[in-house]
C-alpha cells in the first residue's frame, strides 16, 4: 500500500470507493468530476489517495482557505478497513496542511454515522457543542446520500 498525491484520473475510482462507503453524504455538483477536479486545482498538496497494486483503496480530500483545514470524504474501502490507512491518510493530510502554515483543521461528520466519529474521536478530533452549522445552497444540487 502507497499514499500518493491524488490527481483528476483517480476520479472513477475514488467515486466509487465513496459509493462503497455507508454514511457518505454526496451531492451532484461538488463531488462530480468537474467539482472535485476544480477542488483539487485549488488544493494540489493536501489531497491524497491510498493505492493497493494501483487499485485506490482509500482516499483523503482537504483543503484550506489559508487560515484553517477542512477534511471532506474521507474513506477506505470496506474490505481495506481496520489496517490503519485512514490514520495514515489523516496525518499525511496533516503534515501537509502544517508545511503550509496551517495551524488548526475541522470536518463534519453526519451525526448518524457512528463509524466516523468514532474515528475521528480516536484520532483527538473533537465536538465542538458552542456551534451551529450553518450553509445555504447558491446553486441547486441533488444531494446522494450513501
Known sequence: MKIRLMNISDYEQVYQLWLSCAGMGLNNLDDSREGIERFLNRNPDTCFVAEDDKKVIGVIIV?????????????VS?????????????????????????????????????????????????????????????????????
Not at 63 to 75: Q, S, W
Not at 87 to 102: D, S
Open 63 to 75: 483543503g484550506n482557505d489559508g487560515r484553517r483545514g477542512y477534511i471532506y470524504h474521507t474513506a
Open 78 to 146: 470496506p474490505e481495506y478497513r481496520n489496517q490503519d490507512i485512514a490514520t495514515e491518510l489523516v496525518n499525511e493530510a496533516m503534515r501537509a496542511l502544517k508545511n503550509l502554515g496551517i495551524n488548526k483543521t475541522a470536518l463534519v461528520v453526519f451525526s448518524k454515522n457512528s463509524g466516523g466519529n468514532a474515528f475521528w474521536e480516536k484520532l483527538g478530533f473533537t465536538s465542538r457543542e458552542d456551534l451551529v452549522y450553518r450553509n445555504k445552497t447558491i446553486t441547486e444540487m441533488i444531494r446522494i446520500d450513501t
